[in-house]
């Protein structure tokens, strides 16, 4: 049996390139979903519905963090 060959081009850094490139698409969806202002968003195969946060709220919303320090 011949032994099945891997071209060349397949190599580390072409895999850690194409995953980069994946991921970033992906996490590029993700972005615009929620940063949408319409309260349904719909991309390839996704669908959301929501309730986005009133523009006159934006601005008095705080982010806790709540990690625990041991």
Not at 41 to 67: A, D, G, M, W, Y
């Amino acid at each position: 049996m011949s032994e099945l060959q891997i071209p060349e081009f397949l190599n580390g850094s072409f895999l850690l390139s194409a995953m980069g490139i994946t991921f970033g698409f992906i996490s590029g969806i993700f972005v615009y979903c929620l940063k949408s202002r319409c309260s349904s968003v719909e991309c390839c195969c996704i669908k959301c519905i929501r309730t986005p946060i009133p523009i006159e709220q934006l601005n008095s919303i705080t982010l806790e963090n709540n990690v625990n320090n041991i």
